[in-house]
Structures are given as C-alpha cells and as structure tokens.
C-alpha cells in the first residue's frame, strides 16, 4: 500500500480505544492478516476492565466478574472463534445475596432460582413457574433478535417489573426475584427482555473471574494482537476523524500526528465519537437528535480496601455478596436517579479469594461498590468523595466488624474517575442505559459514515465483557465483508 503524501502514517484500519470491544475487533482483523493499530488515551489497554496496584494489592478498577451479558456464552464464543480459548484461565466465581433475614445464594442451573424462590413462597408457587416459563422462552427468543418474535414484541417496551406484576404479587418475592443489579437500574427501569436474558444466562453460565485480575484479559488480547503483527500504541489520543469523500480516512492524534486508514473502528463513546470525533457536518440529518432521545447508563462508586483480615471469618464466605437493607428499595433509587447519594444496594467482592497472589500472604483485597449518578444535586463529587467511602465501609462493617480498623490501603473512584480514565460520558458503566426498548435502538456496528464501525457498549448488543467482545468481533466481521 503507498502511503499518500501528507500523512504520518498509514495502516488498514485504526482502532480507536482498547476496551474490550475494540481489541476484539483489532485481534480477529490481525490474525486476518490486515494492518492494524490501536490507539489508546490511556497508559494501559481495558478501558472499564484494568486493574491497577498499590503497595502489594492489586485491585481490578471497574469490572468484577464475567458473564454471558444478555448473549449466553457470548466471551466463550468470541475468543473460541479467535482462537484464544486456551489463551485464559478462568475461577467459577460465586455470589451472595443478603436481604433482611434472609440469604440468597447464586447456583447454577436453570431450574435452580425458581426453585430456591418456590421454596420461600409456596403460595406463590404457580406464578413463579409461569414467570421463570416466560423468561426462559424470552430468553430462547432473544437469538431471533433483531427479528421480533410475538414473545419479544410483547414485552419490548415492558420493565422486568411489569414482567413480573402479571405472574407474582409478593413484594419481597419480587424483590429477590431482581435481586441481580448488574444492569445498573431498579427493577422497573429495567428491560423485561434484557434482565431476562441475562437472568438466564447467568443461571447457565454462572460467573467466572481470570486468574492474575482483569487486567489479565486485556493484557492477554494485546499479546495476540502483537502476535499477528498488530500494534498498539498508548497515550495516544485521537481527536479527529476525517471524512473525505463520503467515508472516514483518516484519524488525527491529539499530537497532531495523522493516520490514514481504509477502516477505522471507534471504541469511543458514541456521542463523542460522532459530536466530537466526526462532527455533526459529516452526519446525516437527523442522526444526532437520534442519539440524543437514547439514555446513558448510570456510574459506579467504588472502595478500593487492602486489608489485614480475612473476612471468611465474619461468615462472608462469597467472593461477592450484596446487601440489600430492604426489601423495598425503590425510594433510595428515587433518589439516586434524581442525582442524590443514595445506596439501594451495595457489593462487597473480595477477589483474593478466587486468586490469593492479588495481595500480599494473609492479606486479602476488598471492593465495595455501588451504582452513582455523575451529576449530584446541589454537591460535588470532589466534597462527597471522602464522605460516601466512610458510608460505604460502614455499611460493610455490619459484615466485617472492625473493618476500618485493619485498612492498609484506601482508594475510591467516583463517576469522574471512571470519566477521567476510560473517557465514557458520564462515567456510564454499561454504555446505554437497558432500559426498555433499548435493544431495538442501540446504534449497529456499521454507522451512517461509511468505513466508521462501532465496537463496544455504545453499540449492540450493549454493556458487559462477553457483549463487547461480541460487538468487536461482529465489527471487525463487517469489515472483512465490506
Ligand atoms: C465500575 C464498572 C463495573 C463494571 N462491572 C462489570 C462486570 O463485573 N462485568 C461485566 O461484564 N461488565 C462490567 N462492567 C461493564 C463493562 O466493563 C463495559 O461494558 C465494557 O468493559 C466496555 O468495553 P468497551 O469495549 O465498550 O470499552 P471501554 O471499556 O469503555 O474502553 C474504551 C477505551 O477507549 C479509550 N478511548 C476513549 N476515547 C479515546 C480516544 N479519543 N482516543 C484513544 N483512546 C480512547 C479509553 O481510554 C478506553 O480504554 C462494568 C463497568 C464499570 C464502569
């Protein structure tokens, strides 16, 4: 290929951003013999899947856990069809789920919560099936997607609430029914189609974490893609993406430093990607406004905790437990929607127990986490930082007596530091939000621009490590295609 005159540099295709979505992408094109390069803002490849260390503990920053995401088993298929299966090393992972005066534990098998919450409410025996019934055919339904099956045109704009209000009416049952958070709402903002799907997938997957930490997957993705003569390059912040004659060409660096490429693929979130990197002078009518009706996802908050006890002595026995206070939550979600500092629920992983070399002999790591809004009303993160992490650990210390007492290490990360590092608006956790209908209007890989794809959680099927991969391998895909 002959580089043209006024360029820095040319390659095949750019790959803006190394969250998992975009080195998937990048992976599968190199071990397809194009010319790839990643360029990432940050010193370290992952985006919300890193870890970072402090004085002999090594905490993972955002992501806790692998899943099936709203597509079963979708990681395993995506590094099976790069060729990365045996490239891993996987602990099944197991959660707890603690309520007022009652446990819940995470098994696998599909028959197995149904049957847990059938023990609980005999009376409500019925419901329960019918309801598990319909999440199960839902669920079965969701490969057909973005064909609609009468299944899934009847709940498309429905909540796992309503889903729920037409089989059972206990409210604790309900409760513990949506017990699961990791899509970032309550219950009645959630997507009766994607909480379904993921239920499921959950029950037959289970939950697994890599030996050596998150960073372990994104690290691992970088030493394939240099393998197949890929190149990544960090500290690299892309600006620009330049479209000439109807399609994108090149990229600029913040440096200054151009890049032409036939392809590029953004891993970017998906406003910056088209307000800022594009330009709305570039779009189609239209499409902005598009973008602008879809919601972002909530943000976390997190405590990073080093510390010299093992609170398998305190009876928290889960590698991840979370703690509900109340069987009705729903006002502590108000609030936190309404940009307060509010706790519906809140997670105790401690990760050395599935790989005890994260921390030095003895000592364990301890995360506690919970969902935040980025903008607070009437306060700044920056004031409440300090003072939501002392709650937090409060919270925790009703599990772990005396946990402040025995902390080597503290760390927090608000909103802003998920903005800071990972450059995803608002800090969102899973792109856009799952609320209902959501699946149907998520931006596709192929965008409007031709030679500009999407990778990642601003773009289907959504947030989560295993549904990124699937959207990065689907983008390089189309681009082998094209
Ligand atoms: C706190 C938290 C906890 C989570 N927990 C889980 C979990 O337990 N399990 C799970 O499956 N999912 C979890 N998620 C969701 C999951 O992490 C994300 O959906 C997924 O990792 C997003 O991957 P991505 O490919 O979209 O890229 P991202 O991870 O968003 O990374 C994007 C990358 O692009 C880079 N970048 C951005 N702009 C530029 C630019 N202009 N130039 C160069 N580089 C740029 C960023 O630095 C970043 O590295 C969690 C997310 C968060 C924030």
Redesign the pocket.
């Given at each position: 290929m002959a580089r043209t005159a006024g360029f820095d540099e040319q390659v095949q295709v750019v790959v803006?951003?190394?969250?998992?979505?975009?080195l998937a992408c990048a992976v599968h094109l190199a071990k397809q013999g194009l010319k790839v390069k990643v360029?990432?803002?940050?010193h370290i490849?992952?985006?919300?899947?890193t870890s970072f260390s402090r004085k002999g503990f090594k905490f993972d920053a955002?992501?806790?856990?692998?899943?099936g995401?709203n597509e079963s088993g979708a990681f395993e298929r995506v590094v099976t069809a790069l060729g990365m299966q045996d490239e891993f090393a996987f602990r099944e992972q197991t959660q707890r789920f603690i309520f007022p005066g009652l446990t819940l534990d995470s098994s696998r098998g599909i028959d197995s919560l149904p049957r847990q919450l059938g023990m609980l409410f005999p009376r409500e025996k019925e419901g329960i099936e019918g309801l598990f019934a319909t999440i199960k055919s839902i669920y079965d339904d969701v490969k057909h997607l973005p064909r609609l099956t009468p299944l899934l045109s009847r709940y498309k704009d429905k909540s796992f609430q309503e889903l729920m209000d037409e089989y059972v009416r206990d409210p604790e049952l309900k409760a513990l029914a949506s017990s699961n958070w990791h899509l970032w709402n309550p219950t009645w903002k959630n997507s009766a189609i994607d909480y379904s799907a993921l239920l499921v997938t959950e029950q037959l997957r289970g939950y697994f974490y890599p030996v050596g930490g998150m960073q372990a997957i994104p690290d691992t993705f970088v030493r394939i893609l240099k393998k197949h003569g890929g190149e990544i390059e960090f500290r690299?912040?892309?600006?620009r993406i330049l479209v000439g004659n109807g399609r994108a060409c090149w990229v600029r660096l913040r440096n200054g430093r151009s890049v032409q490429a036939e392809h590029v693929v953004s891993?970017?979130a998906a406003r910056?990607t088209f307000l800022n990197?594009v330009g709305v002078e570039s779009l189609p009518k239209g499409f902005t406004a598009s973008l602008d009706q879809l919601e972002i996802s909530l943000?976390?908050f997190?405590v990073y905790l080093g510390v010299d006890i093992d609170p398998r002595k305190h009876g928290l026995v889960a590698p991840e437990t979370i703690v509900y206070e109340s069987f009705d939550n729903s006002k502590e979600w108000q609030r936190l929607l309404d940009g307060g500092l509010s706790i519906p629920c809140f997670g105790i992983a401690v990760p050395t127990y599935l790989d005890p070399n994260l921390a030095p002999p003895g000592k364990h790591a301890v995360i506690l986490m919970t969902m935040a809004p980025y903008n607070l009303a009437g306060k700044s993160w920056r004031e409440e930082k300090d003072r939501f992490a002392e709650e937090l650990v409060r919270k925790a210390e009703k599990l772990i007596p005396q946990l402040s007492r025995h902390i080597l290490v503290r760390e927090a990360a608000t909103p802003l530091t998920?903005e800071r590092?990972?450059?995803?608006s608002l800090g969102a956790?899973?792109?856009w939000a799952f609320t209902p209908g959501m699946f149907m209007k998520r931006p596709d890989q192929k965008t409007p621009i031709p030679n500009l794809y999407l990778?990642?959680?601003?773009t289907v099927p959504g947030?989560?490590?295993?549904a990124?991969a699937l959207s990065?391998l689907r983008a390089a895909r189309r681009i082998l295609g094209s």
């Open positions: 803006i951003g190394s969250g998992i979505g975009g360029f990432e803002q940050h490849p992952g985006g919300c899947c955002g992501v806790l856990h692998l899943t995401g690299a912040c892309v600006d891993n970017v910056a990197l943000s976390a997190y998920y590092y990972t450059l995803n956790a899973m792109g990778a990642g959680h601003w947030g989560g490590v295993p990124v990065g």
